[in-house]
């Protein structure tokens, strides 16, 4: 009998700790300001007046797929490299030409176009880990180039969606007054206000709509994904990638997404791209309707014309199973093989258009 109770009261106190600890979880999800508040129940319903992508509350992709596939994972072998990749010192200008265009990777799919006199920052992660909290999650195996404070100005901030590899809430903070105006996709406003951003500077799109910012066209492209910072409220916000135009220069970013027919109708619509920045990295075929693998990184490329394409999505976070160096070494392969010029600049590294055609370094090739 007295080995009963003290069972029972085991059980108890295990319950009670189950039960606490789930309460805690669910008081994080739904309070915590690093994950963010979803639209209303009265946004909602002006979401979903505004966009045929949105019923009822949520956002769903113009065909329907599986965000799982059911297929086996990969094995997670190498995902992160021995040694921290290094990052070089942007050179941004101060004096760039109307006509003139420069990238500068920030790793991941974090980077800033100066196109012309308009400086555009682009999902922005500068911070140690992609996730709600410091102390764990996905760390960055790649150096920071540099801080949130060395970022130049700051005309127009886009984010293609709400996940933590490319919405941070310590960068938005960090940075938020030295933006000039924050382009996202229909619902992230009410993230960005709930962080204390100004809602006057804050513009949303629906799939292929645009707005016009210092002389620079932003269209947002659709692509084929998901979102939710909560697991309990997916689709809540809208997402895609963004098509930039400014007479001069045009550049697509095509934000996450799996492959499909939208590449070959963002040419058809807005044109082919002179730089195409494309997702490259973090797929599985557990999830392969989601994220695009290398060979279609490449395929999309040539769907929409691109003149030369950067890979991106990859090379410093690890939230996938494939190994680290996998999206590289297999997209310059494909490209090679298609025949389509690929940029392969370090992190860090600021190149204009003309730079481009030379920055091929297999540079990755050292930290095997």
């Known amino acids: 009998m007295r080995v009963l109770k003290i ?87 101060e004096d760039m030409p109307e006509d003139g265009l420069s990238f500068t990777w920030l790793g991941h799919s974090s980077f800033l176009l100066q196109m012309g006199k308009v400086n555009v920052l682009v999902d922005p992660v500068l911070s140690e880990r992609c996730s709600p909290v410091s102390f764990v999650g996905p760390s960055r195996f790649s150096e920071l180039p540099l801080t949130a404070e060395e970022l130049p100005r700051i005309d127009v901030l886009f984010l293609s969606h709400d996940h933590y590899d490319h919405l941070d809430y310590r960068t938005v903070r960090a940075i938020g007054e030295r933006v000039g105006t924050f382009v996202v996709p229909l619902g992230m406003d009410s993230i960005l206000t709930g962080w204390g951003i100004d809602k006057e500077k804050i513009r949303t799109l629906d799939h292929w709509e645009s707005t016009e910012i210092a002389g620079v066209t932003f269209t947002l492209t659709p692509s084929q994904h998901f979102s939710g910072r909560n697991p309990l409220r997916r689709n809540r916000t809208l997402w895609g990638g963004v098509y930039l135009d400014n007479g001069s220069s045009s550049v697509y970013y095509t934000g996450d997404g799996g492959y499909s027919g939208v ?13 195409m920045i ?84 297999h540079w990755w090739e050292d930290y095997n």
Not at 263 to 275: C, D, I, T
Not at 313 to 341: K, M, S
């Open 7 to 93: 069972a029972g009261r085991i059980l108890l106190a295990a319950l009670l700790f189950a039960v606490t600890a789930a309460a805690a979880v669910l008081m994080f999800l739904f309070f915590s300001p690093t994950v963010g508040r979803v639209p209303d129940k009265n946004e909602r319903d002006i979401l979903s007046g505004r966009s045929e992508r949105c019923s009822g509350g949520e956002f769903r992709n113009e065909s329907t797929v599986p965000a799982l596939t059911g297929e086996a994972p990969y094995s997670g072998e190498r995902k992160v490299p021995e040694t921290k990749l290094p990052a070089l010192s942007p050179t941004f200008s």
């Open 278 to 361: 494309s997702e490259c990295g973090q797929y599985d075929p557990a999830w392969a309707k989601m994220h695009m693998f290398p060979e279609e990184t490449v395929k999309a490329g040539a769907d929409a014309g691109a003149e030369r394409l950067i890979p991106v999505h990859w090379g410093a976070f690890c939230i996938c199973n494939h190994a680290w160096d996998d999206p590289i070494r297999r997209v310059t392969a494909a490209a090679e093989a298609a025949g389509l010029p690929l940029s392969t600049p370090r992190i860090g590294q600021t190149v204009t258009l003309s730079e481009l055609d030379s920055c091929t370094e």
């Open 263 to 275: 590449f070959s109708e963002v040419r058809e619509r807005l044109g082919a791209p002179m730089l």
